[in-house]
């Protein structure tokens, strides 16, 4: 057994793991065993990895989990050290491994850590999902070192210190597996997107740290699954937002958090069918809205655990300030320009 647990959970995506899985298994089986967990896919993907790919070990599953309970299935499967959580449609380059591995090996208080996501299209830039780390503002808006919003960056080195972050890529997230089992895994409920970042906030309210190592990096496709205009992607988003929100927001901020999220969330609701002529994106963020209010009082047990497993109360990782007002009012669009 390798210190490292590469683990590629795929849903119809023969296509994308033909053309990168290669890329893995050339730069990583030194390093790491390679897994590819299935999560019910109805394309050739498994016949396609029995005869194309036969020394990269499979775990079936019997339905398709979605991302977030489908990692826990299979991680139960698995011993290692370090999970690598990888989406199948990353590029990874030569030694990609080595600075992540040594990174968690002599910083015992990093829970997880992430290498510099840049755009497999341009690969000057920095891709959306994860850049260079990532962060959240006071109202649980997610941004990264190298992305507000939907102003990407060009990586031009300006964020190539190693730094510590509040979450990681779920793209490509490496994660001790003692870390992932004590704080219970992704959140099975959200099926997909923002997972990590509920995760990784987990995790430092408990006093864990996690951590972008630049120094490894990767080329991602992004978008594979549900492209960015789905209105499902925008009712995960929002729906799972505000539940991360109910769940590890501290005591005294949870009132004054929510009331703006619900005026702030009508008018992007509002923004999308008037300026953008969006009517799926409109119903996709009304239809979240009803199904967070739903479904809130399920986590009220999670909510207790999370606050009292909090290690100081006024310990948080949030940013103290608003990325709409800094973003859309000071025209500060660059990660750099931020207080």
Known sequence: MKKVAIVILNWNGATMMRQYLPTVLQYSEDEADVYVADNASTDDSLSMLRIEFPDVRTIVLEKNWGFAEGYNKALGHIDAEYFMLLNSDIEVTPHWLQPLINF??????AAA???????????????YAGASGGMLDRFGYPFCRGRIFENVE?????????AEVLWATGAAL??????????GGLDGRFFAHNEEIDLCW????RGRKVFCVPASKVF???????PKSNPMKTFLNFRNNLTMLYKCLPDEELHYVMFWRRLLDWLAAVEMLILKRNVGDFKAVIRARRAFNAWKSDFDNDRCDIQQSRIAASHDGRKPF???WQY????????NQLP
């Open 174 to 183: 490496m994660i001790r597996s003692r870390d992932y089992r004590d704080v």
């Open 202 to 205: 987990r995790l430092t309210i």
């Open 322 to 324: 608003s990325l709409l």
């Open 220 to 226: 991602h496709v992004g978008g594979g699954t549900l």
């Open 104 to 109: 968690m090996d002599t910083h015992p208080e």
């Open 113 to 127: 850590c992430q290498p510099k996501l840049l755009s497999i299209c341009e690969r000057n830039r920095f891709e």
């Open 154 to 162: 060009n990586d031009d080195g300006q964020y190539d210190n190693t």
């Open 328 to 335: 859309y009012v000071r025209g500060r669009k660059r990660y």
